[in-house]
């Protein structure tokens, strides 16, 4: 069992004991799942914890792990451990028993394991919601609706992608700056961006309809056992620069102080995006923000979204990059560029080096397709179950978008065209019919 040891800045009302499964929901027989317990002691003197991991009762046969622990004052313990599913099937409960004195604490978290002939589902786990696309381009066909959503809408976006099983919501952004490339300009005092939430960081409001949708995706999802990350972004596209990574520590403290107490806060989702080549200073980027955020909360991981384009040649970025990542999520698999590799090839290759850091390799799906005046669209299905079954190799599938891509007007107001009514009809027979 792997364990590090982080300082952390406790705010009242946390719990002692967190555990974060990674993957949550749902994961291969062909596959793996962390678990990842974090501890905050309490007390002017050391604390001795004994902490056993159990699946399914607290029976000794049951028994996965069991070790005492030492932590020094006001200091957090994540302790983390792969699960091999091998030989797994079914429905489970992990519980995690921790004792210290006469005081014992259990916490308890549910994995199905599902028989694949791979490591991936065949199944689209959890989408991206946006609250107001970044471009009016291409949100063109359901920006003008989604902008009038209310705090009801956002919980039936909620409700209905539960319903297909979409059980992961990755929130896109939580500011918006129209900066498309670094904002060398800009300070931290002098951010122009918009909040989607009541920041006390910065005065700006984006012109929503709902003043907090990211406590009504919370609340919702708090009732139906899903899992959030709330894009700790947007500074400005691909800046992992000095300003950037410290407006994204206030960024991430204010959004953990208000939502962190939610069940639902499943960890922090970088907004910033970038090429498969990667920036230069990302590696340094993330080594700061991962710690910062172990300080904030030692059980929820750090996600990034990158394209998977010219990663040819790069393993020892990504290895820089790797090291305080948890969760790599790429996207544009099904278009890679004429002359790379293949969208096979560069996941086998993400994957090998995602597994030689001791990080998961998720998948973006791209449930939309391109209209020739740069504006998404729904995608057809069997375009969308095509590459479910050719790229089989991920161990969980998010998708982009719910919003707008798929619509289910019984759930909330209609968004975007009726062409995303059909295909959320689409993917729900073909999810009942793996059932």
């Not at 905050?40 to 070790?67: F, K, N, P, W």
């Not at 006001?74 to 451990?81: D, F, H, M, S, V």
């Amino acid at each position: 069992m792997l364990f590090l040891l982080f300082p952390l800045l406790v705010c009242c009302g946390r719990p002692d004991v967190d555990v974060t499964l990674v993957p949550p929901v749902s994961v291969s027989d062909k596959a793996a799942f962390d678990i990842r317990t974090g501890l905050v002691h309490h007390g002017s003197a050391t604390g001795v914890y004994d902490v056993a991991v159990y699946l399914q009762t607290h029976d000794a046969e049951r028994l996965v792990s069991q070790e005492r622990v030492h932590v020094a004052p006001g200091e957090p313990l994540l302790l983390k451990q792969s699960v091999k599913t091998a030989d797994m099937s079914g429905k489970y409960n992990v519980l995690v028993k921790v004792r210290k004195g006469l005081k014992t604490i259990t916490r308890s978290r549910p994995i199905e394991v599902v028989p694949s002939p791979s490591r991936a589902t065949a199944t689209i786990d959890g989408a991206w919601a946006g609250l107001y696309h970044w471009s009016e381009t291409e949100g063109l066909h359901w920006n003008r609706d989604i902008r009038h959503f209310t705090a009801e809408d956002w919980k039936g976006v909620v409700r209905a992608m539960h319903h297909i099983g979409m059980d992961i919501i990755v929130i896109q952004e939580l500011f918006r700056h129209e900066a498309y490339v670094n904002a060398h300009d800009v300070t931290l005092d002098t951010y122009p961006g918009k909040a989607y939430y009541p920041s006390s960081l910065y005065p700006g409001r984006m012109d929503i309809a709902c003043p907090d949708p990211v406590e009504a995706i919370m609340a919702a999802a708090d009732e139906l056992g899903m899992h959030v990350l709330p894009g700790i972004g947007l500074f400005a596209w691909f800046d992992f620069g000095e300003t950037s990574l410290q407006w994204h520590k206030a960024v991430a403290k204010e959004v953990y102080d208000r939502y962190g107490h939610h069940p639902s806060f499943y960890g922090f989702y970088v907004s910033e995006e970038c090429f498969g080549c990667l920036d230069g200073q990302i590696a340094g980027f993330f080594e700061q923000f991962t710690d910062y955020c172990r300080h904030l909360a030692p059980a929820k991981p750090v996600m990034l979204a990158t394209n998977c384009f010219g990663i040819q040649g790069k393993e020892a970025e990504y290895a820089a990059l790797l090291k305080h990542l948890d969760i790599l999520c790429p996207f544009g698999f099904s278009r890679m560029p004429e002359g790379d590799l293949s969208g096979k090839e560069a996941a086998a290759t993400l994957q090998r080096w995602c597994d030689a850091a001791g990080a998961h390799l998720w998948m973006d799906l791209e449930a939309f397709a391109f209209n020739p005046d740069g504006s998404l669209s729904p995608r057809s299905f069997p375009s969308i179950r095509q590459e479910l079954a050719e790229m089989d190799g991920f161990e969980k599938i998010l998708c982009y978008q719910y919003p707008g891509v798929f619509n289910n007007p019984a759930f909330h107001r209609q968004a975007g065209e009726d062409a995303g009514i059909k295909l959320y009809a689409d993917y729900m027979a073909y999810r009942m019919s793996r059932d």
